[in-house]
């Protein structure tokens, strides 16, 4: 049973360029929904995250937009670098009962 | 301030044998969960530890048990194991209070079950 989608599940994106990922998710009880980055070999990094009470969330090149509505939320990442490249996963969580998306795998290009 | 710890980093096991790895949380965290995480896919959620009694099962079989001891480390057994198995086994931790907890993950133990 899969409560949260991500997509695309792959994304090639110039160098300076805007990268953009999304989820959706089906259980409104979900509070909390962090975004990971990972690189190979790594475990998951927490990036950003947002709590429904807020529409957006920025933190240097990296926005959470969130829309409690559609129960859908993405990830903005401005003036994509390459060391960004790695593979994004979105995730959903109530009760310390996280649910991850299938992840997005980024690449930006030189 | 130590991250989460995961050991073994690497391990390699025989179909049917059993393995055990071993997780210690970020230093003030009382949760921990493990994930299994297949190549190319998000992490699933095995279970969860708090007050050292499993809190909540994602849908693993019996074969997957876990203990919490009373320091708040944790670790995950996997009995007769299956090709299947072979995955990356994420720790993470956190605190069981509050809204929005923040979970923090370990580098995982990579297993390879051949």
């Known amino acids: 049973q899969q409560q949260v989608k991500q997509s695309p599940q792959s994304l090639i994106v110039q160098k300076g360029g805007i990268s953009i990922i999304n989820c959706a998710y089906e259980?409104?009880?979900?509070?909390?929904f962090p975004w990971y980055q990972q690189f190979p070999g790594k475990g998951p990094a927490l990036l950003i995250a947002?709590?429904?009470?807020?529409s957006e969330k920025k933190e240097g090149r990296f926005t959470i937009s969130f829309n409690k509505s559609a129960k859908q939320f993405s990830l903005h990442i401005m003036d994509s670098q390459p060391g960004d490249s790695a593979t994004y996963f979105c995730?959903?969580?109530?009760?310390?009962?996280?649910?991850f998306g299938a992840g997005t795998r980024l690449t930006v290009k030189p | 301030d130590a991250g989460v710890t995961q050991s073994p980093t690497h391990l390699i096991k025989t179909r049917g044998q059993q393995v055990t790895l071993r997780c210690s949380p970020k230093?003030?965290?009382?949760?921990v969960s493990w994930y299994q995480q297949a190549l190319g896919q998000g992490p699933q959620f095995i279970f969860q530890?708090?007050?050292?009694?499993?809190?909540q099962r994602g849908n693993f079989p019996d074969r997957f048990s876990g203990h919490q001891f009373p320091n708040y480390s944790s670790e995950l057994n996997v009995n007769a194991l299956l090709l299947g198995d072979s995955a990356l086994y994420l720790c993470?931790?956190?605190?069981?209070?509050?809204?929005?907890?923040?979970?923090?993950f370990g580098e995982g133990s990579w297993l390879t079950v051949v």
């Open positions: 993470a931790s956190s605190l069981f209070e509050g809204f929005g907890n923040t979970i923090y």
């Open positions: 259980n409104t009880a979900f509070d909390y």
């Open positions: 947002i709590r429904p009470d807020v």
């Open positions: 995730a959903a969580s109530m009760d310390n009962d996280m649910r």
């Open positions: 230093s003030g965290h009382d949760t």
């Open positions: 530890y708090y007050e050292e009694e499993e809190r």
